[in-house]
């Protein structure tokens, strides 16, 4: 009479799926990340700008239409203007429309880009933000203000030419660091020597008289600015821009941290706009259907 295997087996099964569905449950408390559109609203409580995909899930995706397979050469930070026909370039552009019309009677000419600590992808995020809103026909300037660890030098290969640091301390004139780059209807000014002092710098008159002359020259102005968690430099730079967007990365940035971030520039009176989700896996079930949309509205603007 023993042993009784159908009733072995069915508490066996039992007991397994109880362990595994307690397990995904226990995951889910134990991982306290910004994972989607619903967290952000949730627990960030502003707008998601957009959700830039993560690049090495979307190999492979026919389904997203020829432009969504990315050139191996193509580098991440200038994106949008090497391979403008993919995807990732495609959600930057979708960023660029989400943050014009954030406020559509008067939209923001001055925009800050920050994130709550490093490694989150602010910097590529406002290059791209750049060059996609120089593709409206409009000219930008890209002010690394991130001047304790600069990169926008590197990114457009300036090397070490004298920039905003010259110009805050009166070395040289605005003209003298506007920097004409590859990409159409974009100048760059890069952080040059880096200071010191950043934080007093940009609280300096002549870093407010230099933007009003940068809003006065050009139709965008985008600044790099560092993370919020860090230093007060992006809580300043926050207060003078017209338009803040925060740069949270999937899967990676605490709520908490991330919360903290947001509350800090509200706290400074910055103009936070919304929060751009990066580096977001397009194999996670719900984002296909997201992500669809955006080659129907290419295509659909091509015909």
């Excluded at 026909?85 to 495609?90: A, M, Y």
């Excluded at 004298?162 to 004409?180: F, H, M, N, R």
């Excluded at 870093?207 to 985008?222: A, K, N």
Aim: aromatic share 8%; net charge positive.
């Amino acid at each position: 009479i023993r042993p009784r295997k159908a009733l072995s087996l069915t508490l066996g099964l039992m007991a397994g799926l109880s362990f595994g569905v307690g397990l995904a449950f226990f995951q889910e408390y134990m991982d306290n990340t910004i994972k989607s559109p619903d967290d952000v609203s949730r627990y960030l409580h502003l707008p998601m700008i957009a959700a830039i995909p993560k690049r090495e899930a979307l190999r492979g995706k026919a389904s997203y239409g020829q432009y969504s397979i990315l050139q191996a050469d193509s580098a991440l930070d200038l994106i949008s203007f090497n391979a403008p026909n993919s995807v990732l370039s495609e959600a930057y552009r979708s960023m660029r429309t989400s943050l014009l019309l954030s406020s559509a009677d008067h939209p923001p000419k001055t925009v800050m880009v920050t994130s709550a600590v490093p490694s989150e992808g602010k910097t590529t995020t406002a290059i791209n933000l750049a060059i996609s809103l120089t593709q409206t026909g409009a000219r930008v300037v890209l002010l690394d203000a991130a001047m304790r660890k600069p990169r926008i030098n590197s990114v457009f290969a300036l090397g070490a030419t004298p920039g905003l640091s010259a110009v805050l301390t009166g070395s040289v004139g605005l003209k003298e660091v506007l920097y004409d780059v590859s990409v159409p209807n974009l100048f760059v000014i890069p952080c040059g020597v880096i200071p010191p002092n950043p934080a007093e710098m940009v609280m300096s008159k002549r870093f407010q008289q230099m933007l009003t002359s940068l809003r006065e020259y050009f139709d965008y102005v985008v600044i790099d600015s560092p993370p919020v968690s860090n230093v007060t430099d992006a809580r300043i730079l926050g207060r003078l821009t017209d338009a803040t967007l925060v740069v949270v990365k999937a899967l990676s940035t605490p709520r908490e941290v991330a919360a903290h971030a947001v509350g800090s520039l509200v706290n400074s009176h910055a103009h936070v706009s919304g929060v751009v989700l990066n580096d977001v896996d397009m194999r996670i079930k719900g984002y296909d259907s997201y992500y669809a949309g955006y080659s129907g509205q290419y295509y659909a603007a091509k015909s």
